[in-house]
């Protein structure tokens, strides 16, 4: 099996070497860099090697842009997608080679090395509306190239989420992703412990619009949506009680989470009806054909 590897990748120039040298030593079939409007040198880093086969710039800040920009380029049975913050380990090429034997899609663990260790993930699976779905690391995932293509990519109007959107619709075309424990990937632990400043408004209007996208106008959209805020909330207001945040800000945040969850509910339905087919994918690789402002081919 030809397994093509894309990475897509924006102002992340010492991790990308560190994630194309791993690659590299498992010796795919071929490698493509998508690189958004990155102004750290990557562009000129990516260039001076000679085990990138494919170089396509673009100027969205968008991973699922650039996810779709190098499945438009792949010519590989199959299709894996490496995030530029990790590293594949040992044998991570064989364990997609051996899952795709009997799977369209297989995911595995990201090792997070840490100062007394290293913290691992497991497979995560729920079951909406008689469906069971079977998430993946958006950083550590292969497809074959036939189901990359019958979901037309990633969609486009998702800035977050994009992986978890994939997961409901493969799910919806009757697919499971496997989980393969010797495709792992690692990555160094955040200096602060991986901590981020969460966008409520992004989060809850990709949460609402991939629900309502993907499973239209059903108790099962406003419920789920309804739990994570409850869940959130609570959280916020256990910062606000240890003074790890202010009152005020906590108000922001519930109304950003209405005004997101709002309006990706809104743009979900949209969405739905606007690809009515099993892939529900209206902004797809085949919606567009300018992704790329440049593409440097090697093969």
Request: charged share 25%.
């Given at each position: 099996m030809?397994?093509?590897?894309?990475?897509p990748?924006?102002n992340d120039?010492e991790?990308?070497?560190?994630c194309?040298?791993?690659?590299?030593a498992?010796n795919?079939?071929?490698?493509?860099?998508?690189?958004?409007?990155?102004?750290?040198?990557?562009s000129?880093m990516?260039?001076d090697r000679?085990?990138?086969d494919?170089?396509v710039?673009i100027d969205?800040r968008n991973?699922?842009?650039?996810?779709n920009?190098?499945l438009?380029?792949?010519r590989?049975?199959?299709?894996?997608?490496?995030s530029?913050?990790?590293a594949v380990?040992p044998?991570?090429?064989?364990a997609v080679?051996v899952?795709l034997e009997?799977?369209?899609?297989?995911?595995g663990?990201?090792?997070?090395?840490?100062?007394?260790?290293?913290?691992?993930?497991?497979?995560?699976?729920r079951?909406?509306?008689?469906?069971?779905v079977?998430y993946f690391?958006?950083?550590n995932?292969?497809?074959s190239?036939?189901l990359?293509?019958?979901?037309d990519?990633?969609?486009e109007?998702l800035?977050?989420?994009?992986a978890r959107?994939a997961?409901?619709?493969?799910?919806?075309?009757?697919?499971?992703?496997?989980?393969?424990?010797?495709m792992?990937v690692?990555r160094?632990a955040?200096?602060d412990?991986?901590?981020?400043e969460?966008?409520?408004?992004?989060?809850?209007?990709s949460?609402s619009?991939r629900l309502a996208?993907?499973y239209g106008?059903?108790p099962t959209v406003?419920?789920r949506?309804?739990?994570?805020?409850?869940?959130?909330?609570?959280?916020?207001?256990?910062?606000v009680a240890?003074?790890?945040?202010k009152?005020?800000s906590?108000i922001?945040?519930?109304?950003?989470v209405?005004?997101g969850?709002?309006?990706?509910?809104a743009?979900g339905l949209?969405?739905?009806y606007?690809?009515?087919?099993?892939?529900?994918?209206?902004?797809?690789v085949s919606?567009?054909?300018?992704?790329?402002?440049?593409?440097?081919d090697?093969?």
């Amino acid at each position: 099996m030809n397994v093509s590897v894309v990475v897509p990748t924006l102002n992340d120039r010492e991790e990308l070497r560190g994630c194309l040298d791993a690659i590299a030593a498992e010796n795919p079939y071929e490698v493509v860099v998508v690189n958004g409007p990155s102004t750290d040198g990557t562009s000129g880093m990516v260039r001076d090697r000679t085990d990138v086969d494919v170089l396509v710039e673009i100027d969205e800040r968008n991973v699922n842009v650039s996810r779709n920009a190098g499945l438009d380029r792949v010519r590989g049975d199959a299709v894996g997608f490496v995030s530029p913050t990790m590293a594949v380990e040992p044998g991570w090429l064989d364990a997609v080679t051996v899952a795709l034997e009997k799977a369209a899609a297989v995911t595995g663990p990201t090792h997070e090395r840490l100062d007394t260790g290293v913290a691992t993930d497991t497979a995560e699976s729920r079951r909406i509306r008689g469906r069971t779905v079977t998430y993946f690391n958006g950083g550590n995932v292969a497809f074959s190239t036939e189901l990359a293509t019958t979901l037309d990519g990633f969609d486009e109007y998702l800035g977050i989420g994009g992986a978890r959107d994939a997961a409901h619709r493969i799910a919806g075309l009757g697919h499971e992703v496997a989980w393969s424990a010797d495709m792992c990937v690692s990555r160094e632990a955040a200096a602060d412990g991986g901590t981020t400043e969460r966008d409520w408004r992004m989060r809850y209007r990709s949460l609402s619009y991939r629900l309502a996208k993907n499973y239209g106008i059903y108790p099962t959209v406003p419920l789920r949506t309804l739990r994570h805020a409850i869940a959130d909330a609570g959280g916020g207001v256990r910062d606000v009680a240890r003074g790890d945040a202010k009152p005020t800000s906590w108000i922001g945040n519930g109304r950003d989470v209405v005004l997101g969850g709002g309006r990706g509910y809104a743009d979900g339905l949209r969405a739905r009806y606007a690809d009515r087919s099993p892939r529900r994918n209206s902004r797809g690789v085949s919606s567009r054909a300018d992704r790329a402002v440049a593409v440097h081919d090697r093969r």
